[in-house]
């Protein structure tokens, strides 16, 4: 006999349509389920980064130095675009309040310390960009997308971009630092909920 499927009413329709928006977006009091994935996906993979790269760098030459680096670089693309993804989805959601009784220095710190994060999200992996752009190993994203040449081949604008690239990531690397001193302040010495709200699977407990 076949099987009946239950149609979806419209006022079911709608109460699932609902509930999805409410999960995906940000509220007052916690980050929706979108914010919390693009953090999350963003955090592991520059955690990864940080390691491949070093990796990649101190191997000897041979082919699977040039693996890690393809590896390398395609990662560091995906994180570009995960974070342009991530503002575009930030400036249409706004972000949680800031926890109760938290000072208005704090939250103008806060504020320039998440902006200097975010640029250096974005201008790192176009330095790294940059020395692929001017080297004279030709790359694809997962051995499968092209990358569009931008310059020509140039040894000293590599060696520049590969130094502006190198200082740079060694300051995304303190921001990460301050970032995460920042959460575990709010979670075990101000007692706020600044770190809970980040957290996956955590809903908004007034909801």
């Known amino acids: 006999m076949p099987v009946?499927?239950?149609?979806c009413t419209p006022s079911l329709c709608r109460w699932i349509s609902y509930n999805l928006f409410c999960m995906?977006?940000?509220?007052?009091?916690?980050?929706?389920?979108?914010?919390?994935?693009f953090h999350w996906l963003i955090a592991i993979l520059i955690l990864g980064q940080l390691g491949l790269g070093t990796i990649a760098e101190e191997a000897r030459v041979s082919p699977l130095k040039l693996e890690l680096f393809v590896w390398h670089k395609s990662i560091g693309l995906t994180i570009l675009l995960l974070v342009i993804l991530r503002v575009a989805w930030?400036?249409?959601n706004p972000p949680p309040l800031a926890p109760d009784g938290m000072a208005t220095w704090e939250k103008r710190l806060a504020r320039v310390s998440h902006?200097?994060?975010y640029l250096l999200m974005i201008v790192v992996p176009l330095t790294g960009w940059w020395i692929s752009d001017t080297s004279r190993?030709?790359?694809r994203i997962y051995w499968s997308v092209p990358v569009p040449d931008l310059m020509a081949p140039n040894r000293d604008l590599m060696e520049f971009a590969?130094?502006?690239?190198?200082?740079?990531?060694k300051?995304?690397?303190?921001?990460?630092?301050?970032?995460?001193?920042?959460?575990?302040?709010?979670h075990f010495l101000l007692q706020n909920d600044t770190l809970l709200?980040?957290?996956?699977?955590?809903?908004d407990p007034r909801s």
């Open 4 to 7: 009946e499927v239950a149609a």
């Open 24 to 37: 995906l977006h940000n509220t007052e009091r916690t980050w929706g389920a979108a914010a919390k994935s």
């Open 90 to 92: 930030r400036l249409r």
């Open 115 to 117: 902006g200097l994060l």
């Open 137 to 139: 190993i030709p790359f």
């Open 162 to 169: 590969a130094s502006v690239h190198g200082v740079l990531t």
């Open 171 to 186: 300051f995304l690397l303190a921001i990460v630092v301050v970032h995460i001193l920042a959460a575990f302040r709010h």
């Open 197 to 203: 709200r980040m957290l996956p699977f955590r809903q």
